[in-house]
């Protein structure tokens, strides 16, 4: 079973910057992928981004592809998003996510195989 624990979440001003940090425990899968959901009060979770370990490929939501840069330490099975120029609604709880085997090969159209706990971040205006 692999666990994902996120940090780095908090309180910042518009057109600031948060980096997310997710560390998965557990993993044992060569085939493996980490990202990002996130889900603002009333509304559905969403896609953020997503790397696969092998071949360092990356996905992005269309709001965030430009400003959020996702990047993966694979040695120490991390996973960060480098938040930059915030805007008020990207506030929300972010999730990390993990997919395995060949969910891992798009991540994007698969419902995760692993959920972290969630991290707020909230931007002010």
């Known amino acids: 079973q692999v666990q994902l624990v996120e940090s780095g979440g908090g309180p910042v001003q518009a057109g600031g910057s948060l980096r997310l940090s997710c560390a998965a425990s557990?993993?044992?899968?060569?085939?493996?992928?980490m990202g990002w959901f996130r889900q603002a009060p009333g509304k559905e979770r969403e896609f953020v981004a997503a790397?696969?370990?092998?071949?360092?490929?990356?996905y992005y939501a269309d709001s965030v592809k430009g400003r959020f840069p996702i990047s993966g330490n694979d040695a120490e099975n991390t996973v960060y998003l480098q938040m930059n120029s915030l805007k008020p609604e990207d506030t929300a709880i972010y999730y990390c996510?993990?997919?395995?085997?060949?969910?891992?090969?798009?991540?994007?159209?698969?419902?995760?195989?692993?959920w972290g706990q969630g991290t707020q971040v909230t931007v002010s205006s």
């Open positions: 996510a993990g997919w395995v085997g060949e969910d891992s090969d798009y991540p994007p159209g698969f419902i995760p195989n692993f």
């Open positions: 557990g993993r044992t899968f060569s085939r493996f992928a």
């Open positions: 790397i696969r370990w092998s071949g360092d490929s990356t």
